[in-house]
């Protein structure tokens, strides 16, 4: 139900933007978030952001750097990557969760999130 895009390879300092597909019942999408993978190490949260209240969070060293948008008309998210930095090189997934009783607007942990995009790959060259 989720399609990542907009991967590549960039040079340090330059700029990508992400796109993530939400396809089948978007409407019910309560929040989404980015995370990314590097090789040999374990997967990270980027940045979440509140579907419907538009709130977001972003880890310590993506923020000021990194921008999550969404387009509901569209049912996608975006993530803006700039000044980016060859320890940005990962894989990158956008990942959803629907509403369900207690759930956190925002959430940060893998276990929480349901419905995980196929990653898109980001190289950074130095």
């Known amino acids: 139900q989720l399609q990542a895009s907009g991967g590549g390879l960039v040079q340090a300092g330059g700029s990508l933007r992400l796109s993530c597909a939400v396809f089948?019942?978007?409407?019910?999408?309560?929040?989404m978030s980015w995370f990314r993978q590097a090789p040999g190490k374990e997967r990270e949260f980027v940045v979440g952001?509140?579907?419907?209240?538009?709130?977001?969070y972003y880890a310590e060293s993506v923020k000021g750097l990194f921008t999550i948008s969404r387009d509901s008309a569209k049912n996608a998210v975006y993530l803006q990557m700039n000044s980016l930095k060859p320890e940005d090189t990962a894989v990158y997934y956008c990942?959803?969760?629907?509403?369900?009783?207690?759930?956190?607007?925002?959430?940060?942990?893998?276990?929480?999130?349901?419905?995980w995009g196929q990653g898109t790959q980001v190289t950074v060259s130095s």
């Open positions: 990942a959803a969760a629907r509403f369900r009783p207690g759930i956190a607007d925002i959430l940060s942990t893998e276990a929480e999130l349901d419905y």
């Open positions: 089948g019942r978007a409407f019910s999408m309560y929040t």
């Open positions: 952001l509140s579907w419907i209240g538009g709130r977001t």
